[in-house]
């Protein structure tokens, strides 16, 4: 069992800047392809961003694109999200999430995620 603790998430100003980050506790780390997902007050949890195990391969979703970056740090058992030039349509609960395999999807499908976080709560204030 993986479990998984976001941190970072709070409020914002339009055009601010925030890092999130999500820590594991398998020690295996690097075995496991991880991504981002968000959801917005009314609206379903969507796909952000996934990297391999290797931290090789990113894909992203292109309502985020140029603007968040995913990174990985296997010897501390934490994956990031950096996310820059905010805007109010940014504001959700981010949730990271691992899938038992090394390789990254670009598909993105929730289904593929085998462990979630709790989420953390992203404000951006217009």
């Known amino acids: 069992q993986v479990q998984l603790v976001e941190s970072g998430g709070g409020l914002v100003q339009a055009g601010g800047s925030l890092r999130l980050s999500c820590a594991a506790s398998?020690?295996?780390?690097?075995?496991?392809?991880m991504g981002w997902f968000r959801q917005a007050p009314g609206k379903e949890r969507e796909f952000v961003a996934t990297i391999s195990g290797s931290g090789s391969s990113t894909y992203y979703a292109d309502s985020v694109k140029g603007r968040f970056t995913i990174s990985r740090d296997n010897a501390k058992n934490t994956m990031y999200l950096q996310m820059n030039s905010l805007s109010p349509a940014d504001t959700a609960v981010y949730y990271c999430a691992a899938r038992t395999v090394v390789f990254a999807s670009a598909r993105g499908a929730q289904g593929e995620y085998d462990y979630w976080g709790q989420g953390t709560q992203v404000t951006v204030s217009s």
């Open positions: 398998e020690r295996t780390f690097s075995r496991y392809a």
